[in-house]
């Protein structure tokens, strides 16, 4: 939920900011219909008061300061250290008639912009007509970003076990990133896990296969027992997520789950990308907060994926996993079927190739000499072809060229596993990174 909060000053063109500001707050209120939206202009600390107490306890992620004229910087400032939000500040143009500076909006969120960055409070900011598309499409991404940050903030996640040895980009530090985005990390043991999945009904686990094999072409082929194994993991899971308000899970899945329940719990992690919980593999706490940010900027399903390939003379990289993409990733003209796991002969993996389309990569990392945190982005095409490997997996055109990609992912030693989600977030991606004073590294 974002407000839209106007300022101005009596000594300027009253009549026009006024104009101006009915038509932001139309454009903002047909595009936002839950806006919290300041009708009247703002010029002194009791209006400002007065709206700051409408806002106050409002669901908010971010303030949109629409500058209807030039004023100083004492009353973004307080928004900003009142609210606590990063703000958006929107300043609109003026024909230049040769006669009175009217309006001078944009010299209003320059000097309200020098404030601000002093204080290390996070802004962006909007040069446009009040209802023009570039307006919405800034207000948009600015508002994805804050929802993301916002998300993080309020975001609960689940770790089952503990990360592989020799996995270190799966391992993570609790207190740093609580401190950094507020998200909060519960670990639980995978015993318990184990035990959990054990006392689901029965009855249960032959619903959840029943709808499965609406889905997968081939289920019944499968050893059933072992398949039960793993869908009885993912309804413990199921619950254990509502029971504690998890909003992500990753989860230790080999090799304990090979060799103490038969079966593998890759699908599972599918079914619940597919429900709007990011799951990943090898404890990958990251990889999870990925997911999550991800859908915070708009994103539905995200699949946890390995890069395994770069053909540079065809300018592609594969990204594959063992069978934990959302089936609703699946190529159309492909029926997605159940697998066994290629090194561990156990089901049940997802196999299928992912569709074409537009495809954001991100990665939430710590890679590198410093171990602060970064966002590694990018953004390409995810071609139709053929399945590259088993379980999933997709052929990707990054914009920036695979040699690029490559080289960056060496270069700064970044993480085997990325986020992939379908639809273009690059831009709010961005945006979020430094709302969060987060480094970017493009991919």
Not at 5 to 17: H, K
Not at 143 to 168: C, Q, R, S, Y
Not at 411 to 416: C, F, I, K, R, S
Request: a negative charge.
């Amino acid at each position: 939920m974002l407000a839209l909060i106007p300022l101005g000053r009596t000594t300027f063109d009253m009549q026009l900011a006024q104009a101006e500001n009915e038509r932001a707050a139309q454009a903002v209120r047909a595009a936002f219909p839950d806006a919290l939206i300041i009708e009247t202009i703002l010029t002194d600390a009791q209006s400002l008061e007065r709206a700051l107490a409408a806002l106050r306890g409002a669901p908010l992620s971010l303030a949109v300061v629409f500058q209807a004229t030039f004023a100083d910087s004492s009353a973004v400032v307080s928004l900003a250290e009142a609210l606590r939000l990063p703000l958006l500040l929107w300043a609109v143009p003026e024909a230049a008639t040769g006669g009175r500076l009217r309006l001078n909006s944009l010299c209003g969120i320059n000097l309200a912009a020098f404030a601000l960055k002093r204080r290390g409070l996070p802004y962006t900011f909007c040069y446009a007509a009040p209802d023009s598309p570039e307006a919405l499409s800034a207000i948009r991404r600015a508002a994805a970003a804050a929802n993301a940050l916002k998300l993080l903030k309020d975001a609960k996640i689940g770790v089952i076990g503990e990360h592989p040895t020799g996995f270190e980009p799966c391992a993570y530090d609790a207190e740093s990133l609580r401190a950094h985005f507020g998200v909060r990390v519960q670990p639980y043991a995978l015993e318990t896990a184990f035990a959990a999945a054990d006392s689901v009904p029965a009855e249960r686990v032959a619903a959840r296969y029943a709808d499965l094999a609406t889905k997968l072409s081939n289920l019944a082929e499968l050893n059933r027992a072992q398949v039960d194994g793993t869908l009885s993991f993912h309804e413990a899971m199921r619950d254990h997520i509502a029971a504690e308000g998890l909003r992500g899970l990753a989860v230790r899945c080999w090799p304990e789950t090979f060799l103490k329940r038969d079966c593998a719990v890759c699908a599972s992690s599918a079914l619940l990308c597919e429900a709007g919980i990011p799951a990943t593999c090898e404890a990958d706490v990251h990889g999870v907060l990925t997911g999550l940010l991800l859908q915070g900027v708009g994103a539905t399903a995200t699949f946890g994926a390995d890069m395994v390939a770069a053909d540079l003379e065809n300018n592609t990289l594969t990204f594959w996993h063992c069978g934990l993409a959302p089936l609703s990733m699946c190529d159309p003209s492909f029926a997605p079927r159940g697998a066994l796991h290629s090194n561990r002969g156990r089901p049940l993996l997802m196999e299928f190739p992912l569709k074409a389309g537009r495809v954001t990569l991100a990665r939430l990392t710590q890679a590198g000499d410093s171990g602060g945190y970064r966002l590694a982005l990018g953004a390409g095409e995810m071609l139709s072809a053929p399945m590259q490997f088993s379980g999933t997996s997709g052929l990707f055109r990054p914009d920036s060229g695979a040699a690029s990609v490559l080289q960056t992912v060496m270069d700064a030693g970044l993480d085997h596993h990325f986020a992939l989600a379908y639809g273009d977030f690059a831009e709010s991606l961005a945006l979020f990174a430094a709302f969060a004073e987060l480094p970017i590294i493009r991919l």
